[in-house]
């Protein structure tokens, strides 16, 4: 199919069809998703970022997944605000290492002025390296969201988590429209949105099916969708909830990868917890970016050598500059 002829991006999915793609039979799945992801993209090519805690534990949000929240009984170690000449060496490495994007989280609700002063700071200077830059510091203002545009800032990542269903029995401290509008801030200062969520958290396939309807749903798709599966931390109140089945965090994926065609679909959190088979099966079904490097924020990733092994193995690339062949823009109801 050429490129003018792609069907625009939809932004009025229901839940039928939704859930209509999960219960295709799986190779269906699997081809439509892999058809619809070489439409877009180069199909051998994984973007990949790597993640840095900037500041580390002491959140006062609750959320039941989060080693960070105070309100859980997690064991870690609690961090101040990194000083820049860390996060410049901590960048300096991921870009000696093969990252294309250096991702910097924050235990935070929000930040306050002058946080996100010092996160302006790390911000230029990860840029100076000439590495894109993410950050996820919780809830942005609008002002907020424009001050980190100025600064340079590429992608800002907010997670709505799970479906709106499910929500409050994950987080109380936080609306689901909270998060929305969060969102809408970021979009409106022009920096490119990652949201996506988190599975196993012990919702029901409808509660996946509702997530992936609130995020292909919204006025335009998130640039960057990631998907993680939950990494179980004691201490936790989700440490010991029935884990996702493979193949259903497979069919997840592809049913991203087909309601948001042209967004790079993040195989996020949750892979030290993966055989290869299952993510080259997330591959397959159109995820094509991952976290590189052996930490995530506090909890650990598969180490840059297993990667590597398994890049070769499948042949994927991640040394060229990443493009996306879909273009947002093109479409007419966003
Ligand atoms: N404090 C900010 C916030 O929550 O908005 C930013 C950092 S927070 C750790 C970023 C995201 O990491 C969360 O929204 C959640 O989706 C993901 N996350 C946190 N803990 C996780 C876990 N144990 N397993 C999978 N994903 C997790
Ligand atoms: C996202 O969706 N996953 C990342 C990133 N955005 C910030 C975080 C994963 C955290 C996994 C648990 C931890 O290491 O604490
Ligand atoms: Fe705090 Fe973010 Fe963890 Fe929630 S996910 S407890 S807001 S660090």
């Not at 490097?293 to 060229?320: M, V, Y």
Request: glycine letters at 6%.
């Amino acid at each position: 199919m050429s490129e003018t002829s792609k069907p625009a991006l939809r932004h009025d999915w229901s839940k039928q069809e939704i859930s209509a793609l999960f219960e295709l039979p799986f190779n269906d799945l699997l081809f439509q998703a892999q058809s619809i992801h070489r439409q877009n993209f180069d199909p051998n090519q994984v973007q990949v970022s790597t993640l840095l805690s900037i500041k580390t534990g002491a959140c006062p949000e609750d959320c039941g997944y989060c080693s960070q929240s105070s309100k859980n009984d997690a064991e870690v170690e609690r961090e101040r605000l990194l000083p820049l000449d860390e996060v410049i060496e901590k960048a300096q490495q991921a870009k000696n290492n093969g990252a294309h994007r250096f991702c910097m989280g924050a235990a935070w609700r929000n930040p306050t002025d002058k946080n996100l002063d010092k996160v302006i700071d790390m911000i230029t200077a990860v840029k100076n390296i000439g590495m894109e830059t993410c950050v996820t510091l919780g809830m942005l203002t609008e002002k907020q969201s424009q001050r980190l545009k100025q600064a340079g800032l590429d992608y800002y990542n907010h997670n709505l988590d799970t479906s709106p269903e499910h929500y409050g029995d994950i987080i109380t401290t936080r609306t689901y429209q909270d998060r929305l509008d969060t969102l809408a801030h970021v979009r409106a200062a022009n920096i490119n949105v990652c949201s996506g969520g988190i599975l196993g958290m012990g919702e029901k396939r409808e509660d996946r099916v509702s997530l992936l309807q609130q995020l292909a749903n919204l006025p335009q798709h998130p640039d960057s969708v990631p998907i993680n599966m939950l990494v179980q931390v004691e201490g936790t109140p989700l440490h010991g909830v029935d884990e996702i089945e493979a193949l259903e965090f497979v069919r997840t994926v592809a049913a991203a990868r087909i309601i948001m065609p042209a967004s790079v679909v993040r195989l996020s959190a949750g892979r030290t917890e993966m055989s290869d088979e299952t993510q080259a099966l997330c591959f397959l079904a159109g995820a094509n970016s991952i976290f590189y490097g052996d930490r995530l924020l506090t909890t650990d990733n598969p180490d840059e050598s297993h990667d590597q092994q398994l890049f070769a193995k499948l042949g994927l690339n991640t040394k060229q500059v990443f493009e996306t062949k879909g273009k947002q823009s093109a479409c007419a109801c966003g």
